[in-house]
């Protein structure tokens, strides 16, 4: 059986887990300029392995609107190449035998407003993620009522401990929102 300390330890690294995701998402919307962490989604087909690029190739990022991919291996140039035209990326990668290059155009207005749409879908089903959390955690919480092992003062403020770590989940959650539409609608 679990005690009060548990359940709302278990239940906030739950809640930690669901930002981390939150970030890891964020960081793979595309925004004005180019960014390696949008190549970590993409996964390569490599000798039957499927690898993302940045585990099998240097990424830099010359300016602010290319990313230029040298692979360790050149022969495995047209595979990275098919992963990206295959991804949801968008763009359409330049191999001349050694490296890729991946010029990021300008986003228009409508596009950036489009991927505003996007982060905040996202950010909704992370905090669906952390109510869902809250009501494991209250649901636990009564669980040791009924056995009795509880009393309802005890449950009163562990009820309130989750609430109080379910707000301050959501308002990080709002601020890594606000801050990535900032950096989304930066021209």
């Known amino acids: 059986m679990s005690s009060v300390d548990d359940i709302l330890l278990t239940h906030e690294l ?4 669901t930002l981390e995701s939150l970030s890891y998402q964020f960081a793979s919307v595309r925004t004005g300029r180019a960014s390696a962490a949008m190549l970590e989604r993409i996964q390569v087909d490599y ?5 993302p690029i940045t585990q ?3 990424v ?4 602010a609107h290319l990313l230029v991919i040298e692979p360790w291996d050149k022969n495995s140039l047209k595979d990275i190449e098919k992963a990206i035209l295959a991804s949801d990326l968008g763009i359409t990668p330049s191999n001349d035998g050694h490296i890729i290059r991946l010029p990021f155009p300008p986003l228009t207005e409508e596009r950036r407003k489009e991927l505003v749409k996007q982060c905040k879908q996202i950010a909704e089903d992370a905090k669906v993620s ?7 955690a209250n649901t636990k919480l009564e669980r040791l009522i009924k056995d009795e092992s509880l009393s309802e003062d005890e449950e009163r403020s562990a009820e309130e401990e989750v ?3 379910t707000d301050l989940h959501v308002e990080k959650i709002n601020q890594a929102l606000k801050n990535k539409e900032a950096e989304v609608m930066e021209v």
Request: charged share 35%; glycine share 8%.
């Open 14 to 17: 739950q809640m930690e887990k």
């Open 47 to 51: 000798y039957g392995t499927l690898t």
């Open 56 to 58: 099998m190739a240097g």
């Open 60 to 63: 830099k990022s010359p300016d």
């Open 130 to 136: 952390i109510r869902n959390t809250r009501r494991d």
């Open 163 to 165: 609430q109080r770590l």
